[in-house]
């Protein structure tokens, strides 16, 4: 996915003033230079800003959560390593390491939710669209999962994504409209 500079800066300085999900010192291993760089990382929704230092105006980088998955590493350094793995193939490795336990639990924890709530806030919507599909069509909706079956789940590995929950959330509820539309038309011939 190509990210435009310009909307990226103003949502990581403009934010309306709300404070970042998770922000700290992490240490980051470059591609091209295979020892850790400390860098200050700032976790605002799926997004993950990382800084040369904590007061910077412009991000080094960003990471982009969707689809990803955050896994804990062994490291032979005396760190507590995790990797970033882009779900895509060929996608992306990104290897971090927080220099305390309580720091790693933190940052497992909200890049994990990360994810989950980002997926969160767009099957919202969704549901809300497939419950009035359902009415409309005079069919009973199927339950969705309980909240609290969703919200234990993030130690397991994230879903494949939005684009499969759309793409399911669709097919039933161009059913629906199918079968809604055959009814208006037995209907329209009953009374016609």
Not at 34 to 63: A, C, K, T, V
Request: hydrophobic share 35%; proline share 7%; charged share 25%.
């Amino acid at each position: 996915m190509k990210l435009h500079r310009k909307p990226v800066l103003s949502y990581f300085r403009g934010t309306g003033g709300r404070a970042p999900d998770q922000e700290g010192i992490l240490l980051k291993k470059g591609t091209r230079n295979p020892s850790y760089q400390r860098r200050w990382f700032i976790l605002r929704g799926n997004l993950l800003y990382y800084l040369e230092h904590q007061g910077d105006r412009s991000p080094l980088g960003l990471i982009l959560l969707d689809n990803c998955r955050v896994e804990p590493r062994a490291s032979t350094s005396g760190l507590y390593a995790f990797t970033i793995l882009a779900s895509a193939e060929g996608g992306r490795c990104y290897k971090l390491a927080a220099e305390t336990k309580k720091d790693f639990d933190n940052w497992l924890q909200a890049l994990v939710w990360a994810g989950w709530s980002q997926l969160w806030e767009l099957l919202q919507p969704l549901q809300e669209q497939y419950q009035r599909v359902c009415q409309e069509a005079g069919v009973e909706p199927r339950s969705p999962p309980q909240e609290e079956i969703v919200l234990s789940l993030p130690c397991s590995p994230a879903p494949s994504g939005f684009p499969e929950l759309h793409q399911r959330f669709g097919e039933e509820i161009q059913a629906l409209a199918r079968s809604r539309a055959a009814r208006r038309q037995v209907d329209l011939t009953e009374f016609g």
